[in-house]
Nanobody
Framework: HVQLVESGGGSVQVGGSLRLSCVAS????????MGWFRQIPDKEREAVAG???????SYADSVKGRFTISQDSAKNILYLQMHSLKPEDTAMYYC????????????????WGQGTQVTVS
């Protein structure tokens, strides 16, 4: 099992940047698909970005060119660098791990962090 703890959220002005971190313990993140999801109240959890065990990445159309997912395997940390933030990026952001290839369906992820709030105004 892998345990995930996110940090790095906060309040930022439109056009600003934030970097989210997700510290993993209990297992090596390189063995999993690692993903970032976000959720606003009364909406389903939305896939933002994913990184496969081979390092290949994928992004939601809404964040392409603005967000970058990466991981430091030595430190067992997943990152989400966010630039040019917009009000519609406001959400609770979660990192997740899945044993297998990445998927945009949140229900297919086995492990979740507690979330970190990002507010853009």
């Amino acid at each position: 099992h892998v345990q995930l703890v996110e940090s790095g959220g906060g309040s930022v002005q439109v056009g600003g940047s934030l970097r989210l971190s997700c510290v993993a313990s209990g297992d090596t993140i390189g063995r999993y698909c690692m993903g970032w999801f976000r959720q606003i109240p009364d909406k389903e959890r939305e896939a933002v970005a994913g990184i496969e065990s081979d390092g290949s990445t994928s992004y939601a159309d809404s964040v392409k060119g603005r967000f970058t997912i990466s991981q430091d395997s030595a430190k067992n940390i997943l990152y989400l660098q966010m630039h040019s933030l917009k009000p519609e990026d406001t959400a609770m952001y979660y990192c997740a791990a899945r044993a297998g290839v990445c998927d945009t369906a949140s229900g297919r992820y086995n492990y979740w962090g507690q979330g970190t709030q990002v507010t853009v105004s």
